[in-house]
């Protein structure tokens, strides 16, 4: 493999397969309800990754169970880990936030959590808990950074700048806490050099497991009103591969990806269709690794945290 892959990664940590189960536990964000904004970030509509047994009002319980049963019929002696990913999971009172994550835990075969989260909605009593919980059960906490450039960060509506990214990342690292990043590229404004530029930047951060996906235009969005009138570049599928390559090769070598790709419904994406299972993407990176005799990390310099 031309790359630290999440799949490898996950089974040096469990003697049995897991596989993730998502929570929508009916949270709000603060760029939603007012706090710091309103409308919420312009690329955003849950309904797009959200699988049919979240939300709906179920409970924590039943969620985890229906994702269970329908998991299970594929893989007998599956494990899981509780995925808190709908919206700012972590953006409630303590005590009831406690109360969800160890309602999770709770059910049978449940041997993780995962909680997806925005950089500028944890505390420290919040992080005191999550170094606790780190201890006694499989713990990631996966921050929204969506990208390195502030002014994207403005004109997406996020609601917090890089800084405070990095700040979250560090304090969270700080207590021995897993931590997971998420990053989009193609957002409006950012171009192929704009892009690699901030390799070094994510790279710096004291991330465990990145995440990366193309922009995608999807309906009921801000963007998707952008998109229609005006043209702003979306990569081909050509293009993306080549950038996602180059992208790796200034990473540090230990920084684990788990995810390239992402794909809406079809019913809901607009732009681009590119009509790739995740798997089928990751065969053409491989491919292009390898013809290319490219791999992570071989433009990083651990040194100076500088690539060549």
Known sequence: ?????????????????????????????????????????????????????????????????????????????????????????????LPSLISMYEEALAVQDVVGIVIGTRPDCVSKELLDYFAELGKRTFLIVEYGIESANDETLRKINRGHDFACSRKAVEETASRGILVGGHVIFGLP???????????????????????????????????????????????????YVSLIAEYIRMLRTDLVLERFVSQSPSNWLVAPKWGLKNYEFANLLDNYLKKNNYQQGDLYREQDGQFA
């Open 1 to 93: 493999m031309k790359y630290n892959d999440f799949g490898t990664w996950i089974r040096t940590r469990f003697p049995f397969r897991v596989q993730k189960i998502s929570i929508d536990a009916g949270f709000s964000c603060p760029n939603r309800d007012g706090a710091v904004g309103l409308g919420g970030c312009t690329f955003c509509n849950n309904q797009t990754f959200s699988p049919g047994y979240c939300g709906g009002g179920k409970s924590i319980v039943r969620q985890m169970e229906e994702g269970k049963r329908f998991f299970s019929k594929k893989y007998p002696g599956m494990k899981y880990l509780a995925y808190f990913q709908s919206f700012t999971n972590t953006y409630g009172s």
């Open 189 to 239: 404004g950012e171009d192929k050099d704009e892009i690699l530029r901030q390799a070094p930047l994510i790279s710096s951060l004291p991330l465990n497991v990145l995440k990366i996906h193309q922009l995608q235009i999807v309906k009921g969005t801000r963007l998707a009103e952008e998109y229609r009138q005006s043209l702003f570049h979306l990569f081909t599928v050509e293009e």
